[in-house]
């Protein structure tokens, strides 16, 4: 069963717990994503990022798609990261994926190799020539080292497949730039926590969150604000959201994200070395953070988007 993406709203990267020992724990990331849906969101992006992509084999992010599809059941589109290192891998994957019900792709540049921009365009057409689920593609070159530029861009919209693009460059600016070049034509979603707000308020469609994971129903009113036009609202929200969003853009974002989601219950601590647990003065400090934002959150604005 497929259902249909448009690129609009709020899209957790969510994470992927996993047991003491190890193995993939389905059982907190249904509660994960029945969180995510309770709250309103539009889609779950699977194995990015914050997903421990880099940890996962890819026999377990097949496992994590057909699981998703299992519970989600048709309430909200399943999207599969694709970060692979070589174009034949990255088109079975595709392929794979799109037999196993995905409903559509986030597709990073080729992994390791720093491919050059004609290398990371015809790997990108490969990909969007041998599917056709839609696709998002994933812009950071601050993380990945690629820079996928307008004019790399323009080649990419003769696919249709190619809809949408998660915008983490840290460059404000470039939101106005893509719109200004190719109005609707490529979706944006912004992909910087920390300055979400502000790429929601020049325009961007939605954006592909991280402490959503943890905080999806601020998340939500902050986004939902923003699209009735009700800014001091939002502008509230994004204040007190902040120290937290700032875990986002850290080198230990994972097991920072997935302290502050099990401090709301719906994820546990544990990561796959050589990631490892935090402690002593660094694991008091987030927890600090983590702490001080749920004492001090905005409840009184939560129930508007719960109605």
Not at 28 to 35: C, G, H, L, W
Not at 77 to 99: D, H, M, Q, R, W
Not at 133 to 146: A, H, Q, R, S
Not at 207 to 226: I, Q, R, S, W
Request: hydrophobic share 45%.
């Amino acid at each position: 069963m497929s259902t249909k993406l448009n690129w609009e709203g709020i899209y957790p990267a969510v994470l992927t717990p996993f047991t003491k020992e190890g193995e993939i724990d389905f059982e907190m990331f249904a509660v994960n994503t029945e969180a995510q849906i309770k709250a309103g969101v539009h889609g779950i992006i699977l194995a990015g990022t914050l997903g421990e992509a880099s940890a996962l084999e890819t026999e377990e992010k097949f496992e994590l798609l057909k699981y998703a599809k299992k519970i989600t059941q048709g309430r909200i589109p399943v999207i599969l990261n694709l970060s692979e290192n070589t174009t034949k891998n990255a088109v079975n994957f595709a392929k794979k994926a799109k037999e196993l019900g995905a409903d559509g792709l986030m597709l990073l540049p080729p992994m390791r190799y720093k491919a050059d921009n004609r290398e990371v365009v015809e790997y990108f057409k490969a990909v969007a020539s041998a599917t056709d689920l839609p696709i998002l593609i994933y812009n950071n070159p601050v993380d990945y080292g690629i820079y996928v530029n307008l004019d790399m861009f323009e080649e990419l919209i003769e696919y249709p497949t190619i809809q949408a693009v998660k915008e983490s460059t840290r460059d404000l600016a470039n939101v106005t730039r893509m719109i200004n070049r190719f109005g609707k034509r490529i979706k944006i979603l912004g992909g910087v926590d920390t300055i979400c707000l502000e790429t929601l308020m020049l325009g961007a469609d939605g954006l592909v969150a991280g402490l959503v994971d943890a905080f999806p129903n601020e998340t939500m009113a902050m986004y939902n604000y923003v699209k009735t036009g009700e800014y001091d609202k939002a502008v509230a929200i994004y204040r007190w959201f902040m120290p937290l969003l700032e875990l986002d853009i850290h080198p230990k974002l994972i097991q920072y994200i997935k302290l502050a989601a099990t401090a709301e219950g719906i994820s546990n601590p544990y990561v796959r070395a050589p990631r490892l647990e935090l402690h002593g003065e660094e694991a008091e400090r987030i927890q600090k953070i983590i702490e001080e934002g749920r004492a001090n959150r905005p409840v009184l604005l939560i129930p508007e988007i719960q109605l």
